[in-house]
T-cell receptor
């Protein structure tokens, strides 16, 4: 079975500071991993995905994530936070069959001017 | 625009009533997923359909049911509504394999 754990339901960073959102996964097989972002009153949008190619994955809006098998982690980072990054971020995992997706509980990112 | 269309966007109804939420997936996507998002429960997987057949079931109440039609659109039926059913209901579609899910903008249900 697959699952993801997002550490920290709320994260606050100053504008221009490093963004680090944590995600750990549990999977009996090598998984596919995803980060989604949800802006207020909108649906979820894909930021990036890992599907067993390069372990460092670059996404939209300057975000990237690194797949670390030894740590079962897929943390999301951005070197410099922007006010427009304030949103809810979800980590998700799916089995290689791609049939079921499991989402974390989400991390709300606040960017302080 | 994700290509996934959900209607209605907003719905206000009373306890005990029944509502139907509709989802049109992206062109070419055979899988449709339904999720419920509430403040205290986060994003909960309800049910998945693939090409008209139920593929996986999550935390879906017996009062809720869904189906996927031959044209691949899907409907989520919620009956005997309770106050706690107030939530944002998302539909997502995908093609399986390494593909990600594409989400609609959601249907916000308020039960009074």
């Amino acid at each position: 079975a697959q699952s993801v754990t997002q550490l920290g339901s709320h994260v606050s960073v100053s504008e221009g500071a490093l963004v680090l959102l944590r995600c750990n996964y549990s999977s009996s097989v090598p998984p596919y991993l995803f980060w989604y972002v949800q802006y207020p009153n909108q649906g979820l949008q894909l930021l990036l995905k890992y599907t067993s190619a390069a372990t460092l994955v670059k996404g939209i809006n300057g975000f990237e994530a690194e797949f670390k098998k030894s740590e079962t982690s897929f943390h999301l980072t951005k070197p410099s936070a922007h006010m427009s990054d304030a949103a809810e971020y979800f980590c998700a995992v799916s089995a290689r069959s791609g049939n079921q997706f499991y989402f974390g509980t989400g991390t709300s990112l606040t960017v302080i001017p | 625009d994700s290509g996934v269309t959900q209607t209605p966007k907003h719905l206000i109804t009373a306890t005990g009533q029944r509502v139907t939420l509709r989802c049109s997936p992206r062109s070419g996507d055979l899988s449709v997923y339904w999720y419920q998002q509430s403040l205290d429960q986060g994003l909960q997987f309800l049910i998945q359909y693939y090409n008209g057949e139920e593929r996986a079931k999550g935390n879906i109440l017996e009062r809720f049911s869904a189906q996927q039609f031959p044209d691949l659109h899907s409907e989520l039926n919620l009956s005997s509504l309770e106050l706690g059913d107030s939530a944002l209901y998302f539909c997502a579609s995908g093609r399986g394999g390494t593909g990600e899910l594409f989400f609609g903008e959601g249907s916000r249900l308020t039960v009074l």
